[in-house]
């Protein structure tokens, strides 16, 4: 089924999220969105993302907030999974997902779905985040970027990471759900591999959708480990 963001009923994978007016008052937040100096040297936390809107959009990754996410990224990233993938569901105000192999928001990674790592990051403008189903457990390959903050996905979804660069064209990624014409990743990279990514196989598109999952009407009118 579909991973959305629980707002408006949509038939692919969404993120399940509350709509952006319905967003409670920012408390102080308990993490940093600053990464510790020892993440942010790591040249394997900088996901780099060439869109087909002729842009470039660096991300900083926090393995020190969510791990097994962060890892699963960057498995992804370094085995070529993402090239070609498409922003299949994107709200101007709320956010931008994608990495759906099969573009239409019910596909994931052949890898094992993720246990989620809910943190303290707020979903402030330009945090990454992993799409789910209203099952916690079915985090896969899906994520989203938000354009704006929406404090209501805070510990119902794993942040895993920040735009530091290149945002502005995160927010000309084409709006639509789907869009008529998708904003894709032309190419996915770090700037330095994982460690483990050289022992790691390299996850291939799903022949078959995965299987859909009960789904949940957006708790937005504003929905991916």
Same mark, same amino acid.
């Given at each position: 089924m579909s991973k959305m963001l629980f707002a408006l009923p949509f038939v692919a994978l969404a993120l399940v999220a509350a709509k952006p007016g319905d967003a409670p008052a920012a408390a102080a937040p308990k993490v940093s969105?600053?990464?510790?100096?020892e993440v942010a040297a790591d040249p394997a936390n900088r996901l780099n993302l060439q869109l087909s809107n002729g842009g470039t959009v660096v991300v900083l990754l926090r393995p020190d907030v969510a791990p097994n996410h962060v890892a699963r990224i960057q498995q992804l990233a370094t085995s070529g999974f993402y090239? &070609?993938?498409?922003?299949?569901?994107?709200?101007? &105000?709320?956010?931008?997902?994608?990495?759906?192999?099969?573009?239409?928001?019910?596909?994931?990674? %052949? $890898? +094992?779905? $993720? /246990? +989620?790592? *809910?943190?303290?990051l707020p979903h402030l403008r330009g945090v990454m985040s992993m799409a789910r189903t209203q099952?916690?457990?079915? /985090?896969?390959?899906?994520? *989203?970027?938000?354009?704006?903050?929406? *404090?209501? $996905?805070?510990?119902?979804?794993?942040?895993?990471?920040?735009?530091?660069? &290149?945002? !502005? *064209?995160?927010?000309a990624i084409a709006p639509g759900e789907p869009p008529a014409a998708p904003t894709k990743i032309v190419r996915a990279w770090?700037? /330095?591999? %994982?460690?483990?990514?050289? /022992?790691? %196989?390299?996850? !291939?598109p799903p022949q078959a959708e995965a299987p859909a999952p009960a789904e949940q009407p957006k708790a937005e009118t504003p929905t991916g480990g």
């Amino acid at each position: 089924m579909s991973k959305m963001l629980f707002a408006l009923p949509f038939v692919a994978l969404a993120l399940v999220a509350a709509k952006p007016g319905d967003a409670p008052a920012a408390a102080a937040p308990k993490v940093s969105l600053n990464a510790p100096p020892e993440v942010a040297a790591d040249p394997a936390n900088r996901l780099n993302l060439q869109l087909s809107n002729g842009g470039t959009v660096v991300v900083l990754l926090r393995p020190d907030v969510a791990p097994n996410h962060v890892a699963r990224i960057q498995q992804l990233a370094t085995s070529g999974f993402y090239n &070609g993938t498409a922003f299949h569901r994107v709200i101007p &105000g709320f956010m931008a997902q994608g990495g759906d192999p099969t573009g239409t928001g019910e596909g994931d990674s %052949p $890898l +094992p779905d $993720l /246990a +989620p790592e *809910f943190n303290d990051l707020p979903h402030l403008r330009g945090v990454m985040s992993m799409a789910r189903t209203q099952d916690p457990n079915s /985090a896969n390959s899906q994520f *989203f970027i938000m354009l704006a903050p929406t *404090f209501s $996905l805070d510990h119902d979804y794993t942040g895993f990471g920040r735009v530091i660069a &290149g945002m !502005q *064209f995160v927010d000309a990624i084409a709006p639509g759900e789907p869009p008529a014409a998708p904003t894709k990743i032309v190419r996915a990279w770090l700037d /330095a591999p %994982p460690a483990a990514a050289a /022992a790691a %196989p390299a996850p !291939q598109p799903p022949q078959a959708e995965a299987p859909a999952p009960a789904e949940q009407p957006k708790a937005e009118t504003p929905t991916g480990g």
